[in-house]
């Protein structure tokens, strides 16, 4: 017989003797549990922070059923996610990193005729680079648009494409020459490299246009431009230098300038455009793009909501958690979901910062770093995310506070 089935003494406080005491408490009631977190970035993918979240809870209420469920809303990891869920075969297609350097990329599809998947990340990641070469002035998104023109995706009339976790700010200037496009400056000249948008007078579309249905997957929101837009907001992280970002806002302002002039589309504000180094503007324009929530696409390929229907508790989480979490992150839509399906909803983070923005929507929210140092929590995540989801499910042991 479990240990968890037996009734248990803890020291608590009899109202009735009016001191500590040792109290017999039942057994713990079993619970469903859905372990569904994000990757905790630079230490852990989605997969091995949910194994060692259940380890945890195991170890504390052997009698609970747990379901792993990793997610993604579409950054790092996605494309492995997705083909996990939706049931579809690797293949490996021959490609360029944001560099220029040959690699190969992972991508899956389903069945025969069935969608395609790829994930940015796996063909022009940052982490894909050493320091020396995150400099996104010299990088583009050449290796993606080969991807996209590989013949073992030739024939496809769908595209699901996870574009978080790209090294490049380009707009996708590289992606869209090798799909055919062309960008002429004021002298009639082509222009080679995005940083010299600056300069352009005039898009040329390819002599056929880009067959079948593209999805974009983004993990963000923002704007092609402005304070919020991808170059202000996310070039530094990539390595692009204060004095490079004047000119690389003004690169891709001419290019939705020009868009704009020769469409009559205003695609630079649109929901996502900014996401990836603009990889959501020039995937929409140049490729005929939707953009959608990255985190919504996975959502029903997993069958999230039939999922949520079925258990008590949720426990998500990512690296770090914020503000940030709940204003489109999948940790965040997650555990909105969850409250609306009445589910008690834990958040497990390396690092926590904002819980009050966190509590309308988190019944409790944890961080590593409330049991160790950052650094220790970063050399050995997955101990300390095992230890700290012991903690947690331990305390569901215990009576009603």
């Known amino acids: 017989m479990s240990a968890g089935r037996f009734w248990g003494l803890r020291l608590g406080h009899s109202l009735e003797l009016g001191h500590w005491a040792l109290v017999i408490y039942p057994p713990p009631v079993p619970l469903s549990i859905l372990i569904a977190p994000d990757k905790f970035k630079g230490t852990l993918t989605a997969p091995l922070a949910a194994k060692a979240i259940a380890r945890g809870w195991k170890a504390a209420r052997a009698e609970d059923s747990l379901t792993l469920l990793p997610i993604s809303d579409g950054g790092d990891g996605f494309g492995a996610l997705m ?36 994930e940015s990340a796996n063909i022009i990641g940052l982490a894909m680079l050493a320091a020396e070469k995150r400099r996104p002035i010299d990088l583009d998104s050449r290796g993606l648009g080969m991807v996209l023109r ?198 497990l983070a390396g690092q926590v910062e904002d819980r009050p923005a966190l509590a309308d929507y988190l019944d409790e929210c944890r961080a590593l770093t409330d049991l160790t140092t950052t650094a220790e929590a970063e050399t050995d995540a997955a101990r300390w995310l095992e230890k700290l989801a012991r903690e947690v499910a331990d305390g569901f042991c215990s009576p009603a506070r």
Do not use: Y
């Open 83 to 118: 083909a996990e869920a939706m049931g579809a075969d690797s293949l490996a297609v021959e490609t360029q990193d944001a560099a220029h350097v040959p690699t190969t990329a992972p991508c899956w599809r389903v069945r025969e005729l069935g969608p395609a998947i790829i």
């Open 150 to 347: 590989d013949e073992q995706l030739g024939d496809c009339q769908k595209r699901i494409i996870g574009i978080g976790g790209s090294a490049t700010n380009d707009g996708g200037f590289g992606m869209a020459r090798e799909l055919g496009w062309s960008f002429e400056d004021h002298q009639g000249k082509p222009i080679l490299t995005w940083i010299d948008l600056v300069n352009l007078k005039k898009i040329h579309p390819p002599k056929s246009a880009f067959a079948g249905e593209t999805i974009v997957a983004v993990d963000v929101q923002n704007p092609l431009l402005g304070p919020d837009g991808c170059t202000q907001v996310f070039g530094p992280q990539k390595g692009l230098r204060e004095e490079d970002i004047p000119r690389a806002e003004a690169a891709l302002g001419r290019l939705a300038a020009v868009w704009e002039s020769q469409t009559g589309e205003d695609a630079a504000g649109l929901p996502g455009a900014g996401a990836a180094g603009g990889l959501g503007f020039g995937l929409h324009c140049f490729a005929g793009a939707k953009i959608r929530s990255g985190f919504e696409i996975f959502a029903e390929a997993a069958g999230l909501e039939n999922l949520l229907r079925e258990v008590d508790v949720v426990i998500t989480g990512e690296g770090a958690m914020d503000r940030q979490t709940v204003m489109g992150k999948g940790v965040g839509e997650l555990a909105k979901r969850a409250r609306g399906n009445d589910c008690r909803c834990v958040g």
